[in-house]
């Protein structure tokens, strides 16, 4: 990658396939991005570079590469392969690190001795979901082209979350009848189910 490409790709801002960080903090947060890239459509991760898209570079590249190699092989379930490479503009090093959507999806992180959770993109963070959709075929067509479902659409183009009672506001239906419309469409794989939270969150498929 050329100076010009990395400029290029920082000017994109993060995203569901592009993520910034100006260091990494723990092998456990980082963790999550890793798995959720793998699991999503694949992505890449700019280690020393802030949110802002400024260049920071990191301090020590063995640090930072030390870190990421905790995380694909002992935090994630089974453990991933990632490739990175560094770029050195105006002598300040950036950590470019490229994740492939992966064959052997779904990839847990593993938080303690019991606990897994599965990681996925939506929009620009990574959300823990209840299950992975592998989904075989399109989704019913009829369903997708109703009139709620294109409102539930634009709703979480502009918005990161919704629950079943907003939805249930939104669309002029019953709580009832929007969280099980919900909870169809997740299983259908056209939204995630964002399931760490109360009341539980639905986000918006990545690719969208």
Do not use: C
């Not at 392969?81 to 950590?95: F, M, Q, W």
Request: charged fraction near 30%; hydrophobic fraction near 40%; charge should be positive.
């Amino acid at each position: 990658m050329t100076r010009n490409e990395l400029d290029d790709l920082i000017r994109q801002g993060e995203h569901s396939r592009l993520e910034f960080k100006r260091q990494l903090s723990s092998a456990a947060r980082i963790a999550r991005t890793l798995a959720a890239f793998a699991n999503s459509g694949g992505g890449t991760l700019l280690i020393g570079v802030a949110d802002d898209g400024r260049i920071i570079g990191v301090s020590s590249e063995f640090r930072e590469i030390t870190t990421l190699e905790e995380a694909t092989d002992r935090l994630i379930e089974p453990a991933l392969t990632v490739s990175y490479k560094t770029l050195a503009p105006d002598g300040r090093i950036v950590l470019i690190v490229t994740v492939l959507e992966s064959n052997e999806k779904p990839h847990y992180v593993i938080q303690d001795k019991t606990k897994r959770t599965i990681y996925v993109r939506a929009k620009d963070k990574s959300v823990p979901t209840s299950k992975l959709i592998q989904v075989s075929g399109p989704a019913d067509a009829e369903l997708l082209q109703s009139p709620t479902v294109r409102t539930l659409h634009q709703y979480l183009r502009k918005n990161d979350h919704i629950t079943a009672d907003r939805f249930a506001k939104l669309v002029n239906i019953s709580a009832y009848r929007a969280g099980k419309l919900l909870r169809q469409l997740a299983d259908r794989g056209v939204v995630l189910l964002v399931d760490k939270s109360r009341p539980v969150r639905y986000v918006l498929k990545l690719g969208e």
